[in-house]
């Protein structure tokens, strides 16, 4: 290849000689990086995940996680994976996933040091969580999904600044998925993302699910035939609130704002929730 133009910003493996090079024994040829496809679905890769203890990394991070909710081993090896390395951009520069386990008498648990995360927040007087008020932005959304309102389609044109985009485009676009994140960071706020446990590890989930979000969109159309996108997240959410959270999620993306508080202002519904709070006057949480 001429260039790097098609490739992520850093590939485990790829560069095995530079100081710092985590992924041993498992190093790729460049000349067979274009044509590199995903153990799973056989589909090129986006966002390369590779499994600890084991190295291996023929996997998007996508297929790998919705692999490992039902399996705790590697689909090439069948070694046990403990944790999942991925959004690669350098040796030392990527994310983790923590394989849920499940112990001797069936029950699912956070891996050890997720455990900690939950309990280094615990006290003798947090037997019960404390009931801290909900930010009204919230609550307005929370009202959206327990009626299952659908906002309203607004055509693309000049005039109204709505632009549409493609995997292909979100994949490509930093901006969008920075966008992605600043609405997923408040709107996942309203579900208990299973395991059900202390407010430390739903936020743990919670960064988790965004993240898997946002990788899914990097390789599947939100209005695709296949409805696969829907599926994915359907099987964490449930239909329902999967194909409504997708829904605005596109509407937010294909929007000209930038900030929560001015699309709140900006989405029409056929009919406003009783109890819809106007955040105009209030900072959005995550904004």
Not at 62 to 80: D, G, I, M, S, Y
Not at 258 to 283: F, H, M, R
């Amino acid at each position: 290849m001429d260039s790097d133009d098609t490739l992520p910003e850093y590939i485990p493996g790829l560069r095995s000689g530079q100081d710092g090079f985590r992924i041993r024994d498992a190093a790729l040829q460049r000349s067979n990086v274009e044509a590199d496809t995903c153990t799973i679905c056989l589909q090129g890769i986006t966002d390369r995940a590779v499994t600890v203890p084991c190295n291996h990394l023929s996997f998007d991070f996508p297929c790998l996680a919705q692999w490992l909710r039902n399996n705790t081993t590697c689909p090439l090896c069948k070694a046990e994976v403990d944790v999942v390395q991925y959004a690669w951009r350098g040796p030392d520069d990527y994310k983790t996933f923590e394989v849920r386990r499940r112990d001797s008498r069936g029950k699912r648990k956070v891996l050890e040091n997720l455990e900690r995360v939950a309990s280094a927040s615990r006290t003798h007087h947090d037997e019960e969580l404390p009931i801290i008020p909900e930010h009204p932005a919230v609550a307005r959304r929370r009202r959206v999904y327990a009626e299952q309102t659908f906002s309203l389609h607004i055509g693309r044109n000049k005039r109204s600044g709505y632009t549409d985009f493609t995997a292909a485009v979100f994949a490509a676009s930093a901006d969008l998925q920075r966008r992605a994140r600043t609405f997923l960071r408040r709107e996942l706020q309203i579900f208990e993302v299973p395991p059900q446990g202390r407010l430390a590890a739903q936020q743990a989930r919670r960064d988790w699910l965004m993240e898997y979000i946002i990788a899914i969109l990097k390789v599947n159309e939100v209005k695709a035939a296949d409805g696969h996108a829907g599926t994915l997240v359907a099987e964490i959410l449930g239909q329902g609130n999967a194909g409504l959270l997708l829904h605005e999620l596109t509407a937010w993306l294909r929007s000209p704002f930038d900030g929560l508080e001015a699309w709140d202002g900006g989405v029409q519904y056929l009919s406003s929730p009783p109890t819809a709070v106007k955040t105009n006057a209030s900072t959005c949480p995550n904004d």
